[in-house]
C-alpha cells in the first residue's frame, strides 16, 4: 500500500521494476531474436549492478538507529524481504524467457545453442581440439585442500570460475575440491562449432572445459563441477543518497558497528548445500553472502553472444548526414552560421570528430577545455587533444578515472597525455565533474571566438550507434562565456560553496543555479496555469529521485498543470495518486538504442522554453556532480526537438505506462495508428537530411 504521507516510489523497488522492463522487450517476439538476447544480457547486467550497489546499502541500513530510518521511512528488513522475492520472480521468468521462446526462436534460424546438454559426438573433436591448442595455456585449476595447495583458495572478484569435486580413482572413500577459472576475457564467452544438421552451433566456454576436464585432473575422477563468481567491490553510497548531516550520522553509526561492507558469491542452480558450506568454511564467507543465479551465470554475456546472421539482428540503420555540416567548410564557420543540434545515433558522429580535429591544427585555435567522464583509452578525443597540445594549444581536462578500467589503462592514457603536454585536473572527491562540455577558443583579428559542445553523453563514439543522445554546438556569445567561467571555477578545484557568486543565466549548473531554476520554471507554470494561460511540463530523463523536485512536480499537478514524465530508468515520483498527482502521467521507454537523453519541456505561455542536459534529477547529481542544463535557443532546433518529445509521448509501441506500483502497462491505443518513437525520429533525420538547412542565426 502507498503512503500518502511519503508520497515516493522506493528506489530499488522502480530499479527492479526497469529491470522488468528489460524482460518485457526480451520477451517480445517482434524482436530479432538476437536482440532478445541482448535485452537478457542488460537484465543480468542491471540485476548484478543492483545487487553490487543497493544490496549493500539495504544491509548497512538495517545497522542503523531506528529514528533515522523512519525519518527515511526506510524498513530495511522488510524492503529486503520483498526485494529478494522480486529478483527471485524475475529470475524464474528469465529462465523461462531463454528456455521456452528464445532458445528455440534461435533454433528456428538455424542456430543451436548448447544449453545444459551433452555434446553430440559430431563436435568431439573439435572441443578437444580447441581445448588442447587454445584453452589450456589459460587455465590454472587449483586444489582447495591444504595438503595440495600452500595457498588458500582465492577467488579474483568479477572472475568466473568453476568448482569441482573429485576422487582419486584409485581411492574412491574421499573427496577432492579444486578450482578453475574460465578464461572468457580471452576468447569471450561463446564458443562456435562446426556446422552440423545444417545448423550453427554455439556453446558456454565453461560447457568446453567441463567436457575435457579430465584433460586437467589425469588420475581423478570428475563428479560434478558448478560455476561461481564474486563480487568484492560493492559500493555503499549513502553519500549520494542522502544529505550530508544524515550520511554523517549513518557513517559514524556503521563506524561504531564495525560494519564491512559483505561480498557476494553467485552460483550456479544446482550447486549441493555441502559443497556451499565447504567453500563457506574454507574461504570464511558467511552462507548469507551465497546467491543462486540459475544454471549459467555472468548472464551478462549475452550481450556479446555472437554474429551469426544479420537476419537475428534490427536492420542496420545507417548514420544520417547533417546538412548543415558541408565536408568543404570548416566546422567552425557552420557553428558560426547558427547553432547545430545533433540527434544520436541516428545522425552521423562525425562533425563531433571533426570539431576536435580542427581544433587541433586550426592556427587561430589558442585554448581547449574539455570535461572526460570516464574516457575509455580507445576514445578518438585523445588523439585530437595530443595532436592540439603538440601543435602548440594550451588544452586543459578534467576527468573522473575510470575505475572501471584497470589501473594499468589508466596510467597509460593519462602519461601520454602528460608527456603531450595536456593539462590533467582530476575530479576532487564528492564532486565528480559528470557534464559533457568542451570549450575551444580562438584568437581572430576581431577578437576572441568561442565554440561548445554541450551533450546530453558524453564521447564515446564506439558507443555512438547504441546510445541515444543529443549534442549542440554553439557559438552563442552568452552560452560560451558562462561555459569560460565553468571551465574556469573547475580549475580551482574549489567547493561551489566558496563562490558566492557565478553569473550563469544561460547556462545552468547543478550546486550553482540549476535546481532553483528547475523550481522557478515549474512555480512559473503553475502561475501560468492559475492565470488561465498556456501551461504543461514534459520531463524526458533517465533517473528522477530528488524529492524538492519531485514535491515541486505534484504541486503543478495538483494545481491543473500537465505533468509528463518519460522515464528511461528508475522514478520515485508516483502518478494517479488521487488529490497528490491523478494530473501526471509517467511512461517508460526501451528500444533498440540505450535511451540517454535529458530534455525539459516547459509550455510558457504558448512562448515554450526547452532544454537539453546531462543531469538525471538525482541527490547525487544535483549536489555532489557538475552537471549542466541549456536551453535550445535556436526556434528550427526548438521545433526539431518538440517533434522529438511529441513522437515519445505518442510511441503505443516500445513505451509502457506505469501505474501506482511502477507496473510496466503496455499501451494498447493504436487510434492513431503504430508509433515507434526511435524509429519516428529517425525518419524526422532523414527528413532534415532530404530538405536540407538555410538556417541562419544572430549571436
Same mark, same amino acid.
Given at each position: 500500500m502507498?503512503?500518502v504521507?511519503?508520497?515516493?516510489?522506493?528506489?530499488?523497488?522502480?530499479?527492479?521494476?526497469?529491470?522488468y522492463r528489460?524482460l518485457?522487450?526480451?520477451k517480445?517476439?517482434?524482436v530479432p531474436?538476437?536482440?532478445?538476447?541482448?535485452?537478457?544480457g542488460i537484465?543480468?547486467?542491471?540485476?548484478?549492478?543492483f545487487?553490487?550497489?543497493?544490496?549493500p546499502?539495504?544491509?548497512?541500513?538495517g545497522?542503523?538507529s531506528?529514528?533515522i530510518?523512519?525519518k527515511?521511512?526506510?524498513f530495511?528488513?522488510?524492503?529486503l524481504?520483498?526485494v529478494?522475492?522480486?529478483v527471485?520472480n524475475?529470475?524464474?521468468?528469465?529462465?523461462?524467457?531463454l528456455?521456452?521462446?528464445?532458445?528455440?526462436a534461435?533454433?528456428d534460424?538455424g542456430?543451436?545453442?548448447?544449453?545444459?546438454?551433452a555434446?553430440?559426438a559430431?563436435?568431439?573433436?573439435?572441443?578437444?581440439?580447441?581445448?588442447?591448442?587454445k584453452?589450456?595455456?589459460y587455465l590454472?585449476p587449483v586444489?582447495?585442500?591444504?595438503?595440495r595447495?600452500?595457498?588458500?583458495?582465492?577467488f579474483?572478484?568479477?572472475q568466473l570460475?568453476?568448482?569441482?569435486?573429485?576422487?582419486l580413482?584409485?581411492?574412491?572413500?574421499e573427496d577432492?575440491?579444486?578450482?578453475?577459472?574460465?578464461?572468457?576475457?580471452a576468447?569471450?564467452?561463446?564458443?562456435?562449432?562446426?556446422?552440423w544438421d545444417?545448423?550453427?552451433h554455439?556453446?558456454?566456454?565453461?560447457?568446453?572445459?567441463?567436457?575435457?576436464?579430465g584433460?586437467?585432473f589425469?588420475?581423478?575422477t570428475?563428479?560434478?563441477?558448478y560455476?561461481?563468481r564474486?563480487?568484492?567491490?560493492?559500493?555503499l553510497?549513502?553519500?549520494?543518497e542522502?544529505p550530508?548531516?544524515i550520511?554523517q550520522?549513518?557513517?559514524?553509526?556503521?563506524e561504531?558497528r564495525?560494519?564491512?561492507q559483505?561480498s557476494?558469491?553467485?552460483?550456479?542452480?544446482?550447486m549441493?548445500?555441502?559443497?556451499?558450506?565447504?567453500?563457506?568454511?574454507?574461504?570464511?564467507?558467511?552462507?548469507?553472502?551465497?546467491?543462486?543465479?540459475?544454471?549459467?551465470?555472468c548472464?551478462?554475456?549475452?550481450?556479446k553472444?555472437?554474429?551469426?546472421?544479420?537476419?537475428?539482428d534490427y536492420p542496420?540503420?545507417?548514420?544520417?548526414?547533417n546538412?548543415?555540416?558541408?565536408?568543404?567548410?570548416?566546422?567552425?564557420?557552420?557553428?558560426q552560421?547558427?547553432?547545430?543540434?545533433?540527434?544520436l545515433?541516428?545522425?552521423?558522429?562525425?562533425?563531433i570528430v571533426r570539431?576536435?580535429?580542427?581544433?587541433?591544427i586550426d592556427p587561430?585555435?589558442r585554448?581547449?577545455h574539455?570535461?572526460l567522464?570516464?574516457?575509455?583509452?580507445n576514445?578518438?578525443?585523445?588523439?585530437s587533444?595530443i595532436?592540439?597540445?603538440?601543435?602548440?594549444?594550451?588544452?586543459t581536462t578534467?576527468?573522473e578515472?575510470?575505475?572501471?578500467l584497470?589501473?594499468?589503462?589508466n596510467?597509460?592514457?593519462?602519461?601520454?597525455?602528460r608527456d603531450a603536454?595536456v593539462?590533467?585536473?582530476?575530479?576532487?572527491?564528492?564532486?565528480?565533474?559528470?557534464?559533457?562540455?568542451?570549450?575551444?577558443k580562438?584568437k581572430v583579428q576581431?577578437?576572441w571566438?568561442?565554440y561548445?559542445?554541450?551533450?546530453?553523453?558524453? *564521447?564515446y563514439?564506439?558507443?555512438?550507434? !547504441? $546510445?541515444?543522445?543529443?549534442a549542440l554546438?554553439?557559438? /552563442? +556569445?552568452? @552560452?560560451?562565456?558562462e561555459?569560460?567561467?565553468?571551465?574556469?571555477y573547475l580549475?580551482?578545484?574549489?567547493?561551489p560553496k566558496?563562490?558566492?557568486?557565478?553569473?550563469?543565466?544561460?547556462?545552468?549548473v547543478?550546486?550553482?543555479?540549476?535546481?532553483?531554476r528547475l523550481?522557478?520554471?515549474?512555480?512559473?507554470e503553475?502561475?501560468?496555469?492559475n492565470a488561465g494561460l498556456?501551461?504543461f511540463?514534459?520531463i524526458k530523463?533517465?533517473?528522477?529521485?530528488?524529492?524538492i523536485?519531485?514535491?515541486k512536480?505534484?504541486?503543478?499537478?495538483?494545481?491543473?498543470?500537465p505533468v509528463h514524465?518519460?522515464?528511461?530508468e528508475?522514478?520515485g515520483l508516483?502518478?494517479?495518486?488521487?488529490?497528490?498527482s491523478d494530473?501526471?502521467?509517467?511512461?517508460?521507454h526501451?528500444?533498440?538504442?540505450?535511451?540517454?537523453?535529458?530534455?525539459f519541456h *516547459?509550455?510558457?505561455r504558448g512562448n515554450? !522554453? $526547452?532544454f537539453?542536459?546531462s543531469?538525471?534529477?538525482? /541527490? +547525487?547529481n @544535483?549536489?555532489?556532480?557538475i552537471?549542466?542544463?541549456?536551453?535550445?535557443?535556436d526556434?528550427?532546433?526548438?521545433?526539431?526537438m518538440?517533434?522529438?518529445l511529441r513522437?515519445?509521448?505518442n510511441?503505443n509501441?516500445?513505451?509502457v505506462?506505469l501505474?501506482?506500483?511502477?507496473?510496466?502497462?503496455?499501451?494498447t491505443?493504436e487510434?492513431?495508428?503504430?508509433?515507434r518513437?526511435?524509429?519516428?525520429?529517425y525518419?524526422l533525420?532523414?527528413k532534415?537530411?532530404?530538405?536540407?538547412?538555410?538556417?541562419?542565426?544572430?549571436?
Amino acid at each position: 500500500m502507498i503512503d500518502v504521507s511519503y508520497p515516493y516510489f522506493d528506489p530499488n523497488l522502480s530499479w527492479l521494476s526497469n529491470n522488468y522492463r528489460l524482460l518485457l522487450e526480451a520477451k517480445d517476439e517482434t524482436v530479432p531474436v538476437r536482440e532478445r538476447l541482448r535485452f537478457l544480457g542488460i537484465y543480468a547486467y542491471q540485476t548484478k549492478e543492483f545487487f553490487r550497489v543497493r544490496i549493500p546499502s539495504l544491509l548497512a541500513m538495517g545497522e542503523v538507529s531506528n529514528d533515522i530510518r523512519v525519518k527515511l521511512n526506510l524498513f530495511p528488513e522488510s524492503l529486503l524481504e520483498h526485494v529478494y522475492e522480486t529478483v527471485e520472480n524475475q529470475l524464474r521468468e528469465f529462465n523461462d524467457i531463454l528456455l521456452s521462446g528464445i532458445l528455440p526462436a534461435l533454433a528456428d534460424q538455424g542456430v543451436h545453442l548448447y544449453y545444459r546438454q551433452a555434446f553430440a559426438a559430431e563436435h568431439s573433436a573439435f572441443l578437444r581440439k580447441f581445448f588442447v591448442d587454445k584453452l589450456f595455456r589459460y587455465l590454472q585449476p587449483v586444489f582447495m585442500d591444504s595438503r595440495r595447495s600452500s595457498k588458500m583458495p582465492f577467488f579474483e572478484s568479477r572472475q568466473l570460475y568453476l568448482v569441482v569435486r573429485l576422487q582419486l580413482k584409485e581411492d574412491a572413500d574421499e573427496d577432492w575440491y579444486a578450482t578453475v577459472n574460465v578464461p572468457s576475457e580471452a576468447y569471450g564467452r561463446f564458443v562456435e562449432l562446426p556446422e552440423w544438421d545444417g545448423k550453427r552451433h554455439v556453446a558456454f566456454l565453461e560447457d568446453v572445459i567441463r567436457e575435457n576436464m579430465g584433460l586437467l585432473f589425469p588420475g581423478y575422477t570428475v563428479l560434478e563441477s558448478y560455476t561461481i563468481r564474486v563480487e568484492r567491490e560493492t559500493e555503499l553510497a549513502v553519500e549520494d543518497e542522502y544529505p550530508m548531516q544524515i550520511t554523517q550520522r549513518i557513517l559514524k553509526q556503521l563506524e561504531k558497528r564495525n560494519f564491512i561492507q559483505p561480498s557476494q558469491y553467485f552460483y550456479e542452480s544446482g550447486m549441493p548445500l555441502f559443497m556451499r558450506e565447504y567453500l563457506a568454511g574454507k574461504a570464511a564467507i558467511p552462507m548469507s553472502e551465497f546467491h543462486e543465479r540459475g544454471h549459467y551465470i555472468c548472464m551478462q554475456d549475452l550481450v556479446k553472444f555472437p554474429v551469426l546472421s544479420r537476419r537475428l539482428d534490427y536492420p542496420y540503420q545507417r548514420p544520417v548526414q547533417n546538412p548543415d555540416f558541408d565536408e568543404t567548410t570548416s566546422v567552425f564557420e557552420s557553428i558560426q552560421k547558427a547553432d547545430q543540434l545533433l540527434h544520436l545515433p541516428y545522425q552521423s558522429y562525425e562533425p563531433i570528430v571533426r570539431f576536435f580535429n580542427e581544433a587541433a591544427i586550426d592556427p587561430h585555435v589558442r585554448e581547449i577545455h574539455v570535461s572526460l567522464y570516464k574516457i575509455s583509452p580507445n576514445s578518438f578525443i585523445l588523439n585530437s587533444l595530443i595532436s592540439a597540445s603538440r601543435n602548440g594549444k594550451r588544452v586543459t581536462t578534467y576527468v573522473e578515472l575510470n575505475t572501471k578500467l584497470d589501473i594499468q589503462q589508466n596510467l597509460q592514457w593519462s602519461k601520454k597525455m602528460r608527456d603531450a603536454g595536456v593539462k590533467i585536473i582530476l575530479s576532487v572527491p564528492g564532486l565528480k565533474v559528470h557534464a559533457k562540455m568542451a570549450l575551444v577558443k580562438r584568437k581572430v583579428q576581431k577578437g576572441w571566438e568561442r565554440y561548445a559542445f554541450l551533450g546530453t553523453g558524453g *564521447f564515446y563514439r564506439l558507443t555512438s550507434r !547504441e $546510445i541515444v543522445d543529443h549534442a549542440l554546438l554553439t557559438s /552563442h +556569445r552568452e @552560452l560560451t562565456n558562462e561555459l569560460e567561467l565553468l571551465f574556469g571555477y573547475l580549475s580551482t578545484q574549489d567547493e561551489p560553496k566558496k563562490y558566492k557568486y557565478l553569473p550563469f543565466n544561460f547556462l545552468q549548473v547543478t550546486q550553482f543555479t540549476l535546481q532553483k531554476r528547475l523550481l522557478d520554471l515549474i512555480d512559473r507554470e503553475i502561475a501560468n496555469c492559475n492565470a488561465g494561460l498556456k501551461s504543461f511540463i514534459t520531463i524526458k530523463i533517465n533517473q528522477l529521485q530528488d524529492h524538492i523536485l519531485i514535491d515541486k512536480l505534484y504541486q503543478a499537478g495538483q494545481m491543473g498543470v500537465p505533468v509528463h514524465v518519460i522515464v528511461s530508468e528508475s522514478c520515485g515520483l508516483i502518478s494517479g495518486l488521487p488529490s497528490i498527482s491523478d494530473n501526471i502521467t509517467i511512461s517508460r521507454h526501451v528500444d533498440r538504442y540505450i535511451e540517454n537523453t535529458r530534455i525539459f519541456h *516547459f509550455a510558457n505561455r504558448g512562448n515554450d !522554453e $526547452i532544454f537539453l542536459s546531462s543531469c538525471d534529477w538525482t /541527490h +547525487r547529481n @544535483l549536489h555532489r556532480r557538475i552537471d549542466i542544463c541549456f536551453p535550445i535557443l535556436d526556434e528550427s532546433l526548438k521545433n526539431q526537438m518538440r517533434m522529438v518529445l511529441r513522437n515519445y509521448a505518442n510511441d503505443n509501441q516500445k513505451s509502457v505506462r506505469l501505474d501506482l506500483y511502477q507496473n510496466n502497462l503496455r499501451i494498447t491505443d493504436e487510434s492513431r495508428g503504430k508509433v515507434r518513437a526511435q524509429d519516428a525520429n529517425y525518419r524526422l533525420v532523414e527528413k532534415i537530411e532530404k530538405n536540407g538547412s538555410t538556417r541562419k542565426v544572430d549571436h
